[in-house]
């Protein structure tokens, strides 16, 4: 006869934010799944309960105005700054002219005076009456008249052209003074409204000062109580394995439970499962005055992992160890285990087992999703209401609600792999969720594209320290760096010299303000999602050992150079990294 199926259970009610749920001991450990009694909020893990608040809404508000007014002016400040210059080049080609004109005539005058001051050394100055009196010849007479004729026309003539030229380059050096004074003014006026729109940016970024304060609060009230529920929830799990253990029962292999119709281990009766018959993969102790659930003892040593990662950050793309995908962390805690198993959520749906959604044990993978978006989550059930995954809009490895509404298969990784089938996809254009998380195509202007915050006005419980004067990250950035400096250590004697890294929304206004040519739009800059670092002690410079050793080695860490930066690409940057793990 098969056991009576294990109860649901008691679901207390929830608040924004997470709360437990009140179950006795007793419960706790027995074959209901209140191995996992915390009860996290309906809101996807704890942090992301602020997502959806007015405060983040205003902020990213206010960001999208200082942005669009300074992106409004970025053309007129470079279109003015090109006039400035154009003027500045004419002003400077115009005085050159006029001093290769003023040269030329001083040539001529030179010799116009020299040949005067001859005629003075000569005895007095050269007349037709000098020459009438002292010659005696007449065709000496006329001779020297003509030479003097000649002399005279040639002087006044190459004088007068000199003269002329130096004329109209004086003429096209004022046109240009006077083209430069129209840029210069040209230039104050734009310097004057970048000015007013500094001071307007200033007031607004104040202002996002304050609500991002109270998003961070927010953020960081949401933390502690998800770090409780974490915390608990792991407590709980150990409580029921070592309870097996006591027994005897922590290490039935998966083999030994896979069919329960042609028996179970001694002393082991199987789970009914919701559709008549018995579960396979599992198997209970009875006992009074509850029965025990029987897991098998790889199921129990990927949990068991899966506990240990909970507060990692999450990070597309990424397999620990310090940071994680849903897909990852699956593959990883179940390879751990001994069961080899796909890493990404799409090859998990397609070979795992399934199971009936009623009959959901601990250490199944639940595939979330919607019919529009498709498949778009997968974590590892612990009970009929909750989960553990690395989930994109909590941003960590999180105990999370389990939402029914969004339940798309159940699947048992304990059992042998089937043969693959389709996966659910996007259909009538929807967007692809990655981990719970929106996939923006590339179009998108990335307003929120990381944890659901804007660029620049990341609060700070959200970001991690990099161990070096303040600077901080996006958690799985900042571990990579971390990694990568204590490596460049090893080969130099010290860490990686810093400059800057995560760039506030009002870092980043008052940074284009001063070099509005140089520096990002505000709400752009990569340095504004914690992904970017500016480095020294050598690095800034093309060609140092310490930028070869980068090149060389960084890309081991999740850090690239970008093409933008790199020699003869126009913005030659050798100190600008930039974490590409995502």
Not at 159 to 178: M, S
Not at 330 to 338: H, P
Not at 514 to 528: D, F, I, Q, Y
Request: charged residues 20%; glycine residues 10%; proline residues 7%.
């Amino acid at each position: 006869m098969l056991a009576r199926s294990w109860p649901r259970p008691f679901a207390p009610p929830t608040r924004r934010g997470l709360t437990l749920a009140t179950v006795s001991l007793a419960v706790l450990l027995s074959v209901a799944p209140g191995v996992a009694s915390a009860a996290p909020s309906d809101q996807p893990g704890g942090t992301s309960g602020v997502l959806d608040s007015r405060d983040l809404d205003r902020l990213q508000d206010k960001a999208a105005q200082v942005q669009d007014d300074l992106r409004a002016q970025q053309d007129d400040v470079a279109a003015a700054r090109e006039e400035l210059a154009a003027a500045q080049r004419a002003v400077e080609e115009a005085q050159a002219l006029l001093d290769e004109r003023q040269s030329e005539l001083s040539v001529h005058q030179r010799a116009v005076a020299g040949y005067a001051s001859a005629v003075y050394r000569d005895g007095g100055a050269l007349t037709r009456l000098t020459l009438l009196l002292e010659s005696g010849d007449p065709g000496d007479v006329l001779s020297a008249m003509g030479f003097l004729d000649a002399v005279d026309s040639h002087a006044a003539e190459v004088i007068g052209v000199a003269e002329k030229h130096r004329k109209a380059a004086l003429d096209e050096q004022q046109r240009a003074r006077a083209a430069l004074d129209q840029a210069s003014e040209r230039a104050d006026e734009v310097s004057a409204r970048v000015a007013e729109l500094e001071a307007a940016a200033d007031a607004v970024t104040a202002e996002l000062d304050e609500a991002l304060d109270v998003v961070d609060g927010q953020l960081a009230q949401l933390q502690q109580e998800q770090l409780d529920v974490n915390e608990k929830t792991a407590a709980n799990w150990r409580a029921y394995v070592d309870q097996l253990v006591a027994a005897g029962l922590a290490a039935v292999p998966a083999a030994e439970l896979r069919s329960p119709a042609q028996g179970l281990p001694e002393g082991l009766v199987p789970v009914a499962a919701s559709g008549g018959g018995a579960q396979a993969g599992a198997a209970q102790r009875p006992a009074q005055p509850s029965s025990v659930l029987v897991l098998p003892g790889e199921t129990l040593t990927a949990v068991g992992a899966a506990m240990e990662a909970l507060g990692k950050p999450y990070a597309p793309g990424t397999a620990g160890p310090d940071s994680w995908d849903c897909g990852s962390l699956v593959q990883s805690v179940y390879g751990r285990a001994g069961i080899p198993l796909p890493d990404t959520q799409g090859e998990l749906f397609a070979t795992t087992t399934p199971v009936a959604p009623a009959d959901v044990l601990p250490g199944d993978l639940v595939f979330l999703g919607t019919p529009e978006a498709g498949l778009g989550h997968v974590g590892i059930a612990l009970d009929q209401r909750t989960m553990l995954a690395a989930d994109g809009r909590a941003g960590a490895v999180v105990v999370r609600t389990l939402p029914g509404d969004q339940v798309l298969g159940i699947g048992r990784p304990s059992l042998p792999a089937r043969t693959a089938v389709d996966v659910p996809e996007p259909t009538d254009g929807a967007l692809r969720m990655e981990c719970g998380n929106t996939v923006y195509p590339p179009s998108y202007d990335g307003a929120r594209s990381w944890g659901g915050y804007p660029n620049g006005l990341i609060p700070p419980s959200a970001m991690c320290p990099l161990g070096a004067a303040g600077h901080t990250l996006r958690c799985d950035a900042a571990a990579a760096y971390r990694a990568m400096s204590q490596a460049y250590a090893q080969a130099f004697g010290g860490p990686i010299c810093i400059t800057d890294s995560y760039r506030t929304y009002a870092s980043q206004v008052n940074l284009y303000g001063r070099k509005p040519a140089l520096a990002a739009v505000p709400g752009t800059s990569n340095h504004g999602w914690g992904l970017a670092v500016d480095l020294c002690g050598g690095i800034e410079r093309f060609g140092t050992p310490q930028y070869a050793w980068m090149v060389a080695n960084a890309g081991r860490f999740g850090y690239l150079h970008p093409t933008w930066a790199d020699p003869g690409n126009g913005r030659e940057e050798p100190w600008h990294w930039e974490y590409a793990g995502t």
